[in-house]
């Protein structure tokens, strides 16, 4: 249900000379095979009772696969006969797709190296080499014209697998050990290894089911991580492992009882505690020890208070802690080592209703923080040294900044990233002190790319309750608004999560083929603010969706486009809603991408057995309540299907999916196929390979974009 991260992934210009502006587009009617049946799921019934209502699920069955039950192959069987649908229909346009993946991949500059960043004495890096989907991970001791030492081969080790994923790279503080996680399903269960960095050895010492972050502490030889349940998928505990010992022997230092929190572990910036988190949506509460001293006992950092959250950091022998206690866009207060508690608590940046604070970062001499402000991110940096503050400027109507990784706790200088829809990603090196801008890298498009050919606005639509929506919108240079021309239409509005205006060298396809490309920002999102956010979520949630209507309705009624040239995408929670404004409105869209979607919603909620369930109760609402039940039921996607058109939809789901399981998607569109009453096309794909992020590596994303983009294309009769 809720993604870490948001994957949006990214021929030459004289490839695609012949598609400048969408006038000069040749428009066809794609003929769509006929020859072929569309694939009928069986149907049977299961009763499912609660408060005294009762519904009726043809296709429940479809879960057997996630639950090892009896009729798993004819699951997998299915969802074959499925993909054999999709590729017989969309096979007029492989050509397409496969020139849409050839302009993407030539975008991307192959070989190619991360902006590198100091810890403990070591400059740390990734490369990526041409052809390769994956990366290799590196450093060099006290300069970059030092010898590199290769720490791991990601390209190496992912041959022979489908999916791979390496994460949470960790270095003892001595620099001789280096822990990590590889996950080879896409499940997200991370087996975590130790390397010896002086001889290459890969220990025997694994440790499976995990977070996939693990963290030292400072005697070199306690590993902390986070072991996760088998079932459920939840982050359960908090275990120590020692180097040597049997992973079977760990201990656990803290073990969750409410299946409402996320826990994990991590260590301050200054490198002199460890600290256990635990957040549910609504609260959260910290535990820590002296990192010398991993034997120690937890302290409770401030015991948890209902709808209170807070987050921990140490710098300058004192903690810094956001907070929203008694602040709904968040506070930032500090506290000795000694005494932690909210009543020591004192205030360092006052809490303001017009600026949201996204997070903090902390150094020696200067505090970095995160805000946002009218829906634009702003970076706000304070000298703890005399008290002086300044912020960053910026200048585009539509942007998205905000602080980088800069491990080094000693620093003046911070790192932060900026980009735009028109400003390819751009990494800079801020000097707090001289205030001093250095850009260290910029996204390079391959090819040639020119900023002034596209043109980016900030737009504001009226919701049904009056309130403005923004609208970050890009195209390029001759887009006419005359309702001629289509629009791609994107949009989340869930978790707080802020969709903000980025840079996408892959979405140059569409573009050059004459697509606006707009984002929706929506409530249920938190650009606006954390109001923004608690008025799109639990009994506000179909706020989310009117928003989404009302933005493409001014869109419609300001003639960018108009709804026979109007499509809209979302993933996960995005893709719930999809399905929620297909149900609303299916007259308004011409074609639809739901990704991954999270379309089950009652059913998935009523199963605390189905992963991270219990941890959105907070989101959604628990329909063990009659009225969170009765609410959610009124906007699931899934129990609100009805006999009537749909318009054009590809579906999109992985087997192995961890936060939304195939069979939502795989029975929304059963269901669909049952009642809807028009010829429009409904196509199901489902990567047998990977989970929710799609395929892994690079290169394999990018065929996932093309898919997705010859079938906007398509119906648009765009084929070339």
């Not at 009763?47 to 699920?57: N, P």
């Not at 010492?205 to 986070?226: L, M, R, S």
């Not at 040597?244 to 996320?262: I, L, Q, R």
Request: include cysteine; glycine fraction near 6%.
């Amino acid at each position: 249900m809720q993604p870490k991260y948001l994957l949006i992934t990214a021929i030459a210009a004289v490839m695609i000379s012949s598609c400048n502006n969408q006038t000069n587009m040749k428009r066809i009617t794609y003929q769509w095979p006929d020859s072929i049946a569309a694939p009928v799921c069986e149907k049977k019934p299961k009763e499912l009772i609660a408060l005294g209502d009762t519904r009726i699920d043809n296709y429940y069955w479809l879960n057997d696969y996630f639950k090892k039950g009896p009729d798993s192959t004819k699951v997998v069987d299915y969802l074959l006969a499925e993909n054999k649908y999709y590729d017989t229909m969309m096979s007029g346009s492989k050509a397409l797709q496969e020139k849409l993946y050839t302009e993407m991949k030539a975008r991307v500059k192959e070989k190619d190296e991360s902006v590198p960043v100091f810890k403990n004495g070591y400059y740390y890096y990734s490369r990526v080499e041409e052809g390769k989907d994956y990366f290799v991970y590196c450093r060099k001791k006290g300069t970059m014209d030092a010898k590199e030492e290769v720490l791991l081969d990601v390209n190496a080790m992912a041959e022979g697998h489908n999916y791979f994923s390496a994460t949470g790279f960790s270095i003892s503080m001595d620099n001789k050990m280096m822990a990590y996680g590889i996950d080879m399903l896409s499940r997200r269960q991370y087996n975590i290894y130790i390397k010896n960095l002086e001889t290459g050895e890969v220990f025997k010492d694994v440790i499976p089911n995990t977070e996939g972050n693990p963290v030292w502490a400072n005697d070199n030889q306690t590993i902390f991580y986070t072991s996760k349940n088998l079932v459920t998928l939840l982050s359960e505990k908090i275990k120590k492992h020692k180097l040597g010992t049997d992973v079977a022997a760990d201990k656990t230092v803290y073990e969750e009882k409410d299946p409402s929190n996320y826990i994990g572990v991590d260590k301050t910036k200054s490198d002199q505690y460890i600290l256990i988190g635990s957040s549910a949506t609504l609260s959260s509460e910290y535990r820590y020890i002296n990192a010398d001293k991993p034997d120690d006992a937890f302290k409770v950092f401030q015991p948890r208070i209902k709808e209170v959250l807070y987050s921990v950091d140490h710098a300058n022998g004192k903690f810094y802690i956001r907070t929203n206690m008694n602040a709904t866009n968040f506070k930032v207060v500090t506290c000795t080592e000694e005494k932690t508690d909210t009543s020591n608590w004192k205030e360092m940046i006052a809490h303001n209703d017009s600026i949201l604070i996204q997070g903090i970062d902390v150094f020696k001499n200067f505090v970095a923080v995160s805000e946002r402000k009218n829906g634009l991110t702003q970076v706000h940096i304070i000298n703890t040294q005399n008290n002086a503050s300044h912020y960053l400027a910026f200048d585009e109507p539509a942007y998205a900044a905000g602080l980088a990784y800069t491990p080094d706790y000693n620093s003046d200088v911070v790192r932060f990233t900026y980009t735009s829809l028109t400003t390819p990603a751009s990494v800079y090196d801020y000097n707090m002190s001289t205030k001093e801008k250095k850009l260290m890298k910029q996204q390079e498009v391959v090819g040639g790319y020119t900023a002034s050919d596209y043109v980016t606005e900030r737009l504001f639509a009226t919701a049904k309750d009056g309130i403005k929506i923004p609208i970050s919108i890009v195209y390029k240079k001759g887009f006419k608004k005359d309702g001629t021309a289509p629009l791609h239409l994107y949009g989340y509005g869930s978790y707080g999560a802020s969709m903000d205006a980025s840079f996408n060298s892959a979405r140059l396809s569409l573009l050059n083929r004459g697509f606006a490309f707009a984002i929706a920002h929506i409530r249920g999102g938190q650009e606006m603010g954390r109001y923004w956010y608690e008025d799109g979520k639990m009994m506000k949630k179909k706020n989310t969706f009117t928003d989404f209507i009302d933005c493409a309705e001014f869109l419609l009624a300001n003639k960018y486009t108009t709804k026979e040239h109007l499509y809209i995408s979302g993933g996960s929670a995005g893709g719930l809603l999809m399905g929620a404004v297909v149900n609303m409105r299916p007259d308004l869209w011409h074609g639809v991408i739901a990704g991954v979607p999270f379309v089950d919603v009652l059913t998935t909620m009523s199963d605390p057995t189905i992963p991270l369930t219990t941890n959105e109760y907070d989101e959604w609402g628990n329909p063990a309540n009659k009225e969170n039940y009765f609410y959610i039921k009124s906007y699931s996607p899934y129990d609100n299907v009805e006999k009537k058109a749909y318009p054009n939809m590809l579906v999109t789901t992985g087997l192995h999916d961890s936060q939304v399981q195939y069979f939502e998607p795989a029975k929304w569109v059963a269901k669909l196929r049952e009642l809807k009453t028009d010829n429009n096309k409904l196509l199901l794909y489902t990567n047998m390979d990977a989970g929710h992020g799609g395929a892994s590596g690079r290169f394999k994303a990018l065929k996932d974009r093309a898919r997705e983009f010859a079938f906007f294309l398509t119906l648009e009769g765009i084929t070339e």
